[in-house]
């Protein structure tokens, strides 16, 4: 059997953790399997009560520890360091706490990986709303499924629904989540850039559904804009930690221009269609986003919670 420790990191969602939780009980797997939450609310430790209660009476063996410094690079750090001190521990399942997989989830990651030989794989994610958006939200991150078909990729897009070997996590140095975007998000492309410089493959399972919960406070077109902003924001300052020589600078130059000097005549153009309309502004926000990085500014998404 595989020894996978599934890894959850917490802020201030006790309800959506319990949630998870009670999903990871149905899990229908023979791996042997692990539970390890990090609270990353060293006042409240909301997180580390609701592990308390289901402590004793839960089906896998659950560890609940504390990672004080705030922001989501430091408490990804915490999971894995902690996973890693764990001599038996073969592969780390990545989780957010707003989540929650199907029953088949674990074994699909797991086959998906023994198929293809990858270091990481992904699984694809499911928006749950609270509140139905307008057609439009398909367009943007955070509001939308995250899909791909199985099999090997270039890259991953997040560490919701991950998949990794300890052979990938010891391929690179830690700290393996950069402090320097613990509140602004973009440590997971930082690290999968890291992961793919290692020689590390990727790959993806369709099949290793999960669900992710879309709060009402998420489901409108100001957050989702903001969002937009911040990815361009975070992937702008990945671009300049690396570089790209003389062609990456060029591209990403030239998808700047396009998207300022295109979206404002498409806004005009669409004006009577809402849905391509709001697809123009989101081009427009992520542009600004990475304006913004060039000029040594960042956006601190991770600064406010939503959901419960």
């Not at 004080?68 to 750090?77: D, E, L, Q, T």
């Not at 369709?206 to 975070?234: C, K, M, Q």
């Amino acid at each position: 059997m595989v020894d996978v420790t599934i890894a959850v990191p917490t802020y201030r969602r006790p309800l959506s953790l319990a949630r998870l939780l009670a999903a990871l009980e149905r899990l229908e797997t023979d791996a042997e399997v692990s539970v390890l939450v990090a609270d990353n609310d060293a006042e409240a430790r909301e997180g580390i009560a609701v592990c308390k209660r289901l402590r004793g009476n839960y089906r896998w063996p659950l560890q609940c520890v504390l990672a004080p410094a705030r922001g989501i690079s430091h408490v990804r750090n915490t999971l894995v360091e902690t996973a890693l001190a764990r001599p038996g521990m073969q592969m780390l399942a990545m989780l957010d706490d707003d989540e929650w997989p199907e029953p088949h989830w674990l074994d699909a990651l797991l086959r998906q990986q023994a198929a293809t030989g990858a270091g990481a794989v992904q699984g694809s994610i499911l928006c749950q709303f609270e509140d139905e958006p307008q057609a439009w939200a398909s367009y943007f991150d955070g509001m939308s499924d995250i899909r791909h078909a199985s099999g090997p990729v270039d890259m991953l897009q997040g560490t919701g629904n991950l998949l990794i070997s300890r052979a990938a996590l010891q391929a690179v140095a830690g700290p393996w989540f950069d402090p320097a975007f613990a509140l602004t998000g973009g440590e997971d492309r930082d690290f999968f850039v890291r992961l793919k410089a290692a020689g590390i493959i990727f790959a993806w399972s369709d099949e290793a559904l999960a669900h992710t919960f879309v709060p009402a406070s998420r489901a409108n077109l100001n957050w989702a804009l903001r969002r937009a902003y911040s990815i361009g924001n975070s992937d702008m300052r990945v671009f300049l930690k690396y570089g790209a020589g003389v062609a990456g600078w060029v591209r990403e130059m030239g998808k700047i221009a396009a998207a300022l000097l295109l979206s404002p005549l498409l806004f005009a153009i669409l004006v009577f269609d809402a849905n391509r309309r709001t697809n123009a502004l989101r081009r427009m926000y992520r542009a600004a986003g990475k304006i913004q990085a060039l000029l040594g500014r960042q956006y601190n998404e991770y600064s406010v919670i939503h959901g419960q």
